[in-house]
């Protein structure tokens, strides 16, 4: 559901971020490299004030949205 919806949000050119303080989530997210896909920020504050933009995610990663 999170990469469906990944994939719809950058698809019109938006943003995706999540907000996450749970250690053994965001373990979880790193095992699976997750960390790489998604913008996992500490509070909602950060995550709308640092949004990640599909574009220049997409270019710094290498893969397309």
């Known amino acids: ?3 469906g ?3 719809k949000t ?3 050119m938006g943003s995706f971020a999540i907000v ?4 053994r989530m965001l373990k ?7 960390d790489k896909v998604f913008a996992i920020r500490d509070s909602r504050s950060e995550a709308l004030a640092r949004p ?6 997409d270019l710094q ?3 397309p949205a």
């Open 10 to 12: 950058h698809a019109f």
């Open 28 to 34: 979880l997210f790193r095992i699976t490299s997750l």
């Open 20 to 23: 996450c303080t749970q250690e």
């Open 61 to 63: 990663d290498g893969q």
């Open 5 to 7: 919806a990944r994939r």
């Open 52 to 57: 990640e933009r599909a574009a220049q995610a």
């Open 1 to 3: 559901a999170l990469i």
